[in-house]
């Protein structure tokens, strides 16, 4: 059974400008990148994505700089993907992949096509730090 957050936590969520929700997924995944947990391709140098946690009403706007992720301001994103917070989860997990959620439409993505292969199979391909694997064991 999938546990849906309190109606009220998601229409405040709704309400937040996309700078304020983006500001510590950026910084997560700046962390992942300088723990060397994430890094990211070549390819996806001076690209700008979003990312929308459906069921929590958050967006996240970032792009990718020197090899760095940083807050996308002022632009449009290139790749835009739409899921459930359970969906990322376990993309992040490595217990489902892009394509078997993009089939089931539990993922959605727009935008440039040939960006969101590259973002597939380089998410596809990283190796998971040892704790998550850990933890995917419990």
Do not use: Y
């Amino acid at each position: 059974m999938m546990l849906r957050p309190p109606a009220t936590l998601v229409r405040m969520a709704r309400r937040l400008p996309t700078p304020l929700t983006s500001l510590p997924f950026v910084l997560g995944l700046d962390l992942a990148r300088r723990l060397s947990w994430l890094t990211p391709p070549p390819e996806l140098e001076g690209r700008r994505f979003a990312i929308t946690v459906e069921d929590l009403g958050l967006r996240a706007c970032f792009c990718c700089r020197g090899g760095a992720f940083h807050l996308l301001s002022g632009q449009v994103p290139e790749l835009e993907l739409h899921a459930g917070v359970a969906e990322f989860v376990a993309l992040i997990r490595g217990t489902a992949d892009a394509d078997t959620l993009f089939f089931q439409r539990r993922l959605k993505i727009a935008g440039d096509t040939e960006l969101g292969l590259i973002v597939k199979n380089w998410l596809d391909a990283a190796a998971r730090p040892a704790w998550l694997a850990r933890w995917q064991s419990r």
